[in-house]
């Protein structure tokens, strides 16, 4: 069991407070924006097993995905009547299937003759579901409709040879599956989770894009990091934008989900200030914590220089080529001297930056003394008043400015506000020391209903990069950043003497909040 000392714990709420109160549409703030609920105060340590070890892969198989509501699909998957989608989770495999116009079925994918999965990739119109063996077939609704030389299964019970089915729940346009027959119903595992997307529910959003790629690390280590801020000091220090540091960010756990709001500076002690580089973009970045400056070398190869005067010539991936400086940051040195996205710029992404002409013309109608937020958020406003006018003027600065990511137990990551970005991960097979990680951009349906969503999952290779999934934009190079140290976590785990890792007070907050209940979904079986 995961272990928790008692202590006092500071949290970002009275900041974060602050913030709301000076919001320029603080009238139209949810109340969900403003509960704070703070995990209880104490480090945990957790187990390393529940990481590397075979033993826990196999109660997961048991009693987490075997009886714990699951995203499996999105609406968008399905165009018509008749499309049906595989979703594979460890060494099981479920068929979602459109059945009617705003019905859907899942079942188990496997036929019941000799057991040959049903299909293995997603179809389209289907009007039976065939087994691609001996011919069996179903109606979708699951009903027998066909045996290919009947007269050989004597006293066969049609009624008892039904597809037998999983429980389904949708939520935001999304499906679920609980395999479990006796689960609670999805609503009430999910609580009041939509009342965290009041201003713009998951309802009104589409499936732009979905890239799926396979990590060399258990899903446990991914998807955590992915679950906090503190990770983007020393991993996306291009990130450190606003005078933000990494107490930056407002953390909050509710029932099954849990929730962080980054703001940008609220109480951190904020990085130095330094001279500006000539045209800073992908190729010449500085550090903001230490100044050094990191330049494209080309081919592959990244010169740094520290404020000193020091320098070195480093790899793609950090390594020491020659120089007087021998060690650098390895993932500026991704960000720089690896592949680029085509015409994009590090601002891009980031909720707080605005190019020098929009500023202007935002300070003249703003007033010179508008907070960088404000602009911000008038920025953000101007490109949602041509998708959706009807609300754009309401939103509050908070949803505009903020990156509010959540989790959903135990696997599902949609975020909040505007920022397109959901995660879903999930054990590569029946492999416990690989995941599949899959980023899915939900953007907002246009007020005048026409969108053409993605249907296709773009499936990226183990060893390709994420900048080769065009449609992620500068979240390629991000993600690049991240699954640098992924592998290695899994690999420092085994080689650590310790038993267990330790996880912060506040800072790690939803990673403590997902084993606590990972102790009542998992290790209370052992």
Not at 205 to 226: L, S
Request: charged share 25%; with cysteine.
């Amino acid at each position: 069991m995961a272990s928790i000392a008692t202590r006092t714990l500071r949290t970002m709420d009275d900041p974060f407070h602050k913030l709301l109160d000076a919001d320029t549409r603080a009238d139209n703030i949810t109340a969900a924006m403003r509960i704070d609920s703070p995990i209880e105060p104490g480090p945990a340590l957790i187990p390393k097993a529940r990481y590397i070890s075979r033993d826990y892969h196999e109660l997961e198989k048991q009693h987490l995905w075997s009886r714990v509501w699951q995203q499996a699909a999105h609406e968008d998957d399905f165009a018509h009547i008749g499309d049906v989608v595989p979703y594979d989770i460890v060494d099981k495999s479920y068929l979602l299937v459109r059945t009617g116009e705003d019905d859907y079925k899942a079942f188990h994918n496997a036929c019941l003759h000799r057991g040959r999965k049903l299909r293995e990739s997603p179809a389209k119109g289907l009007d039976e579901i065939r087994c691609a063996f001996h011919g069996w077939s179903w109606e979708l609704d699951g009903t027998l409709k066909q045996v290919p030389c009947a007269y050989d299964y004597s006293g066969l019970d049609r009624n008892a040879e039904r597809l037998p089915e999983v429980k389904v729940g949708r939520w935001g346009r999304y499906l679920f599956i609980n395999p479990d027959p006796n689960c609670e119903p999805l609503e009430k595992y999910l609580g009041d989770l939509s009342s965290q997307f009041k201003v713009f529910p998951y309802e009104r959003r589409y499936k732009r894009a979905h890239v799926a790629k396979v990590i060399r690390a258990n899903w446990k280590v991914v998807q955590e990091a992915f679950m906090e801020s503190y990770h983007v000091l020393l991993t996306h220090p291009q990130g450190l934008t606003g005078g933000a540091n990494d107490m930056c960010t407002k953390y909050d756990v509710f029932g099954n989900y849990s929730r962080a709001i980054r703001t940008g500076a609220l109480e951190g002690l904020g990085v130095p200030e330094w001279d500006p580089l000539p045209g800073q973009n992908a190729a010449l970045v500085r550090h903001p914590l230490n100044g050094w400056v990191y330049e494209d070398a080309g081919e592959g190869q990244v010169r740094v220089t520290t404020p000193k005067g020091k320098n070195g010539l480093f790899t793609a991936t950090g390594k020491w080529l020659e120089g007087e400086l021998k060690d650098a940051n390895q993932h500026l040195c991704i960000l720089v001297g690896g592949r680029k996205v085509r015409g994009a710029s590090l601002s891009q992404g980031d909720p707080m930056a605005i190019d020098p002409t929009q500023a202007e013309r935002l300070n003249r109608l703003l007033g010179e003394g508008a907070s960088p937020r404000v602009l911000a958020a008038e920025a953000f406003r101007d490109s949602l008043r041509k998708v959706i006018p009807s609300i754009a003027d309401n939103i509050p600065d908070v949803e505009l400015t903020s990156q509010v990511y959540l989790t959903v137990f135990p696997n599902f990551h949609p975020w909040g506000s505007f920022n397109e970005i959901n995660y879903r991960f999930r054990p590569n097979g029946d492999n416990h020391e690989e995941c599949i990680m899959e980023v899915m951009l939900m953007a907002p349906i246009p007020d005048d209903g026409v969108y053409t969503p993605t249907r296709e999952v773009h499936q990226l290779d183990i060893d390709d990069d994420f900048v080769e999934a065009e449609e992620l934009g500068v979240l390629g190079p991000v993600f690049n950043q991240d699954t640098l140290n992924m592998p290695y976590v899994h690999q420092g785990m085994k080689a650590s003497a310790r038993s267990h890792i330790r996880l912060a007070e506040y800072n790690e907050t939803k990673i403590r909040h997902f084993h606590k209940l990972y102790d009542k979904w998992v290790d209370a079986y052992r």
